[in-house]
């Protein structure tokens, strides 16, 4: 499984980017997930949704800021970032899960993309 990230880039705060995740010709029946990890700190958890395109679940972190959305004719899933604070800068991943469902842990995904850097000046 083969997941590309792209759309990273430098932006201001209160800046907007949409970051997104090819998957190929892989599968779309899979919960996908976007985790990110800044210099120094453990990765976490940004938002999930699942294959069958239910309420997704959002860090506390980014709610009402980021939504995460999937075509499947494409086979991609797609995070828009609005309103980013410095604090937001990390490397953002993308990752399918093992089933059709989405979760916040890292365990539960399968395969991950190599990341697309995200930086936002103060």
């Known amino acids: 499984v083969q997941l590309q990230a792209s759309g990273g880039g430098l932006v201001q705060t209160g800046g907007s980017l949409r970051l997104s995740c090819a998957a190929g010709?892989?599968?779309?029946?899979?919960?996908m997930g976007w985790f990110r990890q800044a210099p120094g700190k453990e990765r976490e958890f940004v938002a999930t949704?699942?294959?069958?395109?239910?309420?997704?679940t959002y860090a506390e972190s980014v709610k009402g800021r980021f939504t995460i959305s999937r075509d499947r004719a494409k086979n991609t899933v797609y995070l828009q970032m609005n309103n980013l604070k410095p604090e937001d800068t990390a490397v953002y991943l993308c990752?399918?899960?093992?089933?059709?469902?989405?979760?916040?842990?890292?365990?539960?995904?399968?395969?991950w993309g190599q990341g697309t850097l995200v930086t936002v000046s103060s």
């Open positions: 010709r892989t599968s779309s029946d899979n919960g």
């Open positions: 990752a399918k899960s093992r089933y059709a469902s989405g979760s916040s842990e890292a365990g539960h995904y399968a395969a």
């Open positions: 949704n699942s294959w069958s395109g239910g309420a997704p």
